[in-house]
Nanobody
Framework: VQLQASGGGLVQAGGSLRLSCTVSGRPFSSNDMGWFRQAPGKEREFVAAISRSGGSTVYSNSVKGRFTISRDTAKNTVYLQMNSLKPEDTAVYYC???????????????????WGQGTQVTVSS
């Protein structure tokens, strides 16, 4: 299973970016998908997750109302639309896939089985 993340870059505070993550090697609809991020010197933290059906989403409090996670089954791709970006959103963003079937979306990185390579997001003040 391979996850390929893209869409990062440098943006001014208040701007927007859309991250994409394409999954191959496993049926896309078999995975819950998540986005995590890691800033320099900090632990990896949960950002958002979406269920395999796309019917459920969950966000960290720090991004709720600004970020939107979505998925396109036809393109095997999950997206993270990031609006009203802040300097504290600067981090490497990782997409991840969880294969286990559960009744809840996980906010915990150890419950995700496959990871993308990360894409850098830098927000200047």
């Amino acid at each position: 299973v391979q996850l390929q993340a893209s869409g990062g870059g440098l943006v001014q505070a208040g701007g927007s970016l859309r991250l994409s993550c394409t999954v191959s090697g496993r049926p896309f609809s078999s995975n819950d998908m998540g986005w995590f991020r890691q800033a320099p010197g900090k632990e990896r933290e949960f950002v958002a997750a979406i269920s395999r059906s796309g019917g459920s989403t969950v966000y960290s409090n720090s991004v709720k109302g600004r970020f939107t996670i979505s998925r396109d089954t036809a393109k095997n791709t999950v997206y993270l639309q990031m609006n009203s970006l802040k300097p504290e959103d600067t981090a490497v963003y990782y997409c991840a896939a969880r294969t286990a079937t559960r009744l809840y979306l996980s906010l915990t990185s150890r419950e995700y089985d496959y990871w993308g390579q990360g894409t850098q997001v830098t927000v200047s003040s």
